[in-house]
């Protein structure tokens, strides 16, 4: 989806009247995380290893291990998705989760701190994090992915010290040194033990950023600063605010996944979320958000985030190693965006 500042005041942006008409190869860069997701269900059904004569990658436990492993990036991603539409990166959503798993744990269990004190408060320090990078990044006009590289580094920075640079296990019971026994809900399953409470968390935010980038005025203000930042500005957009905004959203997402981590894995360690960075910008480009800013869509990044998990899966149970696995999502990752690139240039979009 793609909006011009024109259309702001107006209803949504038809999807055919006035419009060009797409090449084949634009369609196949707009719906790409979904061709590839059905790609690898179906290559995950005709590779996957049998056990009694089941296909073990459609069993009901390895989809909920797919869907369960996919929750925390999936939700970064979500966040990840509003700063690249505005034309914006954010390396630091891992080390955020990070910050947030371990003030989690240091909170409850080292503090004593019950739930409706320790979650708004993590809620509320990940998302200034994410605000105070965005205020840098537009006030003083550094590039986004160097002001987020150093806020990567500040983040584990600060959770190392608010761990004393230890491991914080998550014990429940009452008492001293023991974090209330409703927070293990996180890492249960619900539905007969097949849905994970993690991807519960994870489809309530996608259903609530589908309708907010989609539906409402700050999702086009956002489409429209990053497709066109002086036409945004001089459309009476509040450029500076969105592109602040738009950080104090992922930072939100990447506290939310950082409590879904310590309640999933019951612990809290600075390094939590190493590497988690890579995998929502990979889910955002693999669902065809294009990284100049302007385009993309929520529910192609969710499929990314999806396409990813299965993968992963499918390799997995078949013992290809880790280093094939890297190359794999690696060679997928370039052919997204050497796509979107071709096709922008096809389209004079190229910036």
């Not at 192609?300 to 396409?307: D, L």
Request: contains cysteine; positive net charge; proline residues 4%.
């Amino acid at each position: 989806m793609s909006v011009k500042p024109s259309d702001l005041e107006t209803s949504p942006p038809s999807r055919t009247g006035g419009q060009p008409r797409r090449s084949p190869l634009a369609y196949l860069v707009r719906f790409q995380s979904l061709l590839g997701l059905i790609l690898v269900v179906i290559g995950g059904v005709v590779f996957s290893p049998r056990r009694h004569g089941s296909i073990l990658f459609l069993q009901a436990d390895n989809i909920a291990n797919i869907v369960r492993s996919i929750s925390e990036t999936g939700i970064l991603a979500l966040g990840m998705t509003f700063v690249i539409i505005a034309a914006g990166i954010d390396l630091s959503v891992g080390a955020v989760l990070g910050l947030s798993s371990v003030l989690t744990a240091a909170l409850m269990v080292n503090q004593g701190w019950g739930l409706w004190t320790t979650l708004p408060l993590v809620l509320v320090a990940a998302t200034l994090f994410g605000l105070v990078q965005g205020g840098l990044s537009t006030r003083l006009r550094i590039q986004s992915f160097i002001v987020t590289l150093a806020g990567l580094q500040a983040a584990r920075g600060l959770a190392l010290i608010a761990s004393d640079n230890q491991f914080i296990n998550i014990n429940y019971g009452d008492g001293p040194g023991n974090a209330p026994p409703a927070f293990a809900i996180l890492g249960e399953r619900l539905f007969g033990n097949t849905f994970p409470v993690a991807t519960l968390v994870f489809v309530a935010l996608a259903i609530v950023a589908i309708f907010v980038l989609n539906h409402t005025r700050y999702g086009r203000y956002v489409f429209a600063v990053g497709g066109n930042e002086r036409a945004a500005r001089l459309s009476g957009i509040p450029v500076e605010w969105i592109k602040i905004s738009v950080y104090g959203l992922s930072g939100l997402c990447a506290g939310v996944a950082g409590i879904v981590h310590a309640g999933q894995f019951a612990f809290g360690s600075p390094n939590d979320g190493s590497g988690y960075e890579l995998n929502a910008i990979a889910a955002v480009v693999i669902g065809g958000t294009d990284l100049f800013g302007g385009a993309g869509t929520m529910v192609g990044t969710i499929a990314g985030a999806v396409m990813l998990g299965a993968l992963a899966n499918i390799l997995q149970l078949n013992d290809v190693s880790a280093a094939m696995q890297l190359l794999a999502t690696g060679a997928i990752i370039v052919v997204a965006a050497a796509l979107q690139t071709f096709v922008g240039r096809r389209d004079g979009r190229s910036r």
